[in-house]
Structures are given as structure tokens and as C-alpha cells.
């Protein structure tokens, strides 16, 4: 079974910053890029940030441009997302998720973790 983890969520105050992972396991495309989405309370989801395999090209909304960064290490599976800077806004269920490609819609999809920014 394909899986998708993520971990590393939880509380910070404006200004601080929070690494993510993602962990693919059993994962058979170790070529389809990966990016993180999130989901703040009353609002649809987003992308914020993608990374094609294994480029590494990155993509980002100007949103959290220069703010975020994604990367992967291909040994441990994992992708990362750092965030710094954050803002009030940055608060929502962010989501690892799998495409092909950076453009397309996600195949898979992990089970969330929260960030909450705090003023």
C-alpha cells in the first residue's frame, strides 16, 4: 500500500519557523514529483510548493516565495518542507501529495498535519 506520512506539524507564533517530512512508503514512482498542499479552516485547498524528481526543480506560489523551501532526500525517501517566516495566514492542514508531474492533480495523497500560527 502506497503511503504518504507526513509529521512535523504543530504550534508556533509568528515569525518562528517548522520543518516538515514526508515519508513515502511503498511508493513505486520514485520519479513523480511531490509537493505540499495546505487547507485553512473555511478555505480550499492550495499548493504551496512542489519539487519534480529528480531534477529537483522546485515551484512555489509567491505567497511563500522566499519563505519556504522544499527539498528531498532521495536516500530516505522523504521530502521536506521549511518553513520560516511564518504568518497567521501560513495556519491550515498541510498535506503531502504525489502527481506525475508538478502540473497535474495528485494520485496520492497523505493524511495531513496541522499548523497553527499564533500571534
Not at 504543530?10 to 511503498?26: E, I, N, Y
Amino acid at each position: 500500500e502506497v503511503q504518504l506520512v507526513e509529521s512535523g506539524g504543530g504550534l508556533v507564533q509568528a515569525g518562528g519557523s517548522l520543518r516538515l517530512s514526508c515519508v513515502a512508503a511503498h511508493f513505486p514512482h520514485d520519479d513523480y514529483a511531490i509537493g505540499w498542499f495546505r487547507q485553512a479552516p473555511g478555505k480550499e485547498r492550495e499548493a504551496v510548493s512542489c519539487i519534480t524528481r529528480p531534477d529537483g526543480t522546485t515551484y512555489y506560489p509567491t505567497s511563500v516565495t522566499d519563505r519556504f523551501t522544499i527539498s528531498y532526500d532521495n536516500a530516505k525517501t522523504t521530502v521536506y518542507l521549511q518553513m520560516n517566516s511564518l504568518k497567521l495566514e501560513d495556519t491550515g492542514v498541510y498535506y503531502c501529495a504525489s502527481s506525475p508531474t508538478c502540473r497535474g492533480s495528485p494520485l496520492y495523497w497523505g493524511q495531513g498535519t496541522q499548523v497553527t500560527v499564533s500571534s
